[in-house]
């Protein structure tokens, strides 16, 4: 008999959103706002500033940890946007992406058998690499209560064994643009205390807020309520803020010993990010503030358009989110919503995710990126409110 594939992979679901993905790419024509990515390519200055880097000569290893320069710069980010002190040498560990921070964060604090409590609805790959690492996502669904999403401490109370390792959060979030105020942030962490764990804050879409007065002005990091001796992990990318997605350039800011371990892991899974990639980093960091500004300026043009569409759709209800570019629209009488969007794909070519795809309490919503242009929502939001008049009641 032939050996079987290792038992910690066979329980690791197939994406859903790259399930309806993988549709459409045999598709022509198709309104793509599935992924979590905008349109936009990444901006000039970016990529004139890797030229330069693989002309000077940044194409060899660097350290495990990430250039020197980069992870000063990462520091000296975190001063201006949060106030908040960190050491470069010991407390950043650049990554090769945000899903390799959240792999590499994830195996340094879990052991097999461990769980970890994961709020969702939620990007689906947390889940899916605590079971890469023989442990159980436990997950915890936001309730929305009063057109917004909250945390239920009493679940989580609930969902704490003697097995419970880390807890998985993520502000603004991915798909329901909530963010957590600084009492819900406070609250988290007397949680992890008191229950002696591990906290993972995912604050990728930090600087995509738009309940402030300033846009560009971030949302504020748990880090700047923690110790640097709480056992906090904060992952980051990159990729939205600066359109890089497929840059693959991340990083991690934890603890010392995690930071540590975490950089000695690096050589096993990526050795580091590549070189002249890290260098463009920098530049973003340095160069990036006026971009930003211009693109935040779009997507909440994008929100408040799709929102109002949305609005006027049959048995539609969308809580307006306060950052990230995600709307999570709960549609009345929805219990398949990967059908949902699988039909809509084939009869529209409106490219949606399904919230069944983002785990506990996703079921009956869908996800739209909002990041697109108006050349490509508009005909996406006139798309699905016609189906949803004229098609929706007849499959489902």
């Not at 590549?274 to 779009?298: I, N, Y």
């Not at 629209?329 to 009869?347: N, Q, V, Y």
Request: with cysteine.
């Amino acid at each position: 008999m032939a050996p079987s594939l290792a038992q910690s992979v066979q329980s690791v679901p197939h994406s859903r959103i790259r399930e309806l993905a993988e549709i459409a790419f045999t598709m022509d024509g198709v309104l793509k706002l599935y992924f979590g990515e905008s349109n936009q390519p990444t901006p000039d200055y970016i990529k004139r500033a890797a030229v330069r880097a693989m002309e000077a000569g940044y194409t060899y290893y660097t350290e495990n940890a990430g250039l020197p320069s980069l992870r000063a710069a990462i520091a000296d980010h975190y001063a201006r946007m949060q106030s908040a002190t960190l050491d470069p040498r010991r407390e950043i560990v650049v990554t090769s992406s945000g899903v390799q921070a959240l792999n590499v964060a994830i195996r340094c604090t879990l052991d097999p058998g461990d769980e970890a409590i994961v709020l969702t609805p939620a990007w689906p790959n947390g889940a899916s690499i605590v079971a890469m690492a023989n442990a159980t996502p436990v997950e915890v669904p936001h309730p929305l209560v009063d057109g917004r999403y909250g945390v239920d401490w009493a679940a989580l109370e609930a969902a704490v064994t003697p097995r419970t390792r880390l807890l998985i959060y993520t502000s603004p979030s991915n798909p329901l643009g909530w963010v957590a105020t600084e009492d819900e942030q406070r609250g988290l962490l007397e949680f992890a205390r008191r229950h002696n764990l591990w906290i993972l804050a995912d604050e990728v879409y930090d600087r995509l807020w738009y309940d402030t007065p300033v846009l560009g002005t971030p949302v504020p990091s748990i880090l700047r309520l923690a110790t640097r001796d709480d056992a906090v992990i904060v992952v980051h990318s990159f990729s939205k803020t600066y359109c890089m997605t497929g840059w693959r350039l991340g990083w991690i800011v934890a603890r010392a010993d995690l930071a540590a371990k975490a950089t000695q892991l690096n050589e096993f899974i990526i050795s580091h990010a590549p070189s002249f990639t890290q260098k463009a980093g920098e530049t973003a960091l340095a160069d990036g503030e006026e971009e930003v500004a211009v693109m935040l300026a779009r997507l909440k043009a994008n929100r408040d358009f799709c929102i109002e569409a949305l609005a006027q759709m049959p048995g539609v209800t969308v809580p307006s989110p306060d950052g990230a570019f995600y709307l999570f629209p709960k549609i009345d009488g929805l219990t398949d919503s990967f059908a949902f969007c699988r039909d809509l794909l084939m009869t529209t070519k409106v490219g949606l995710a399904p919230g069944v795809a983002f785990g506990a309490g996703g079921e009956g919503s869908i996800r739209i990126c909002y990041a697109a242009d108006q050349a490509i929502l508009e005909p996406a939001m006139e798309r699905l409110g016609h189906y949803l008049a004229n098609t929706f009641r007849r499959v489902n």
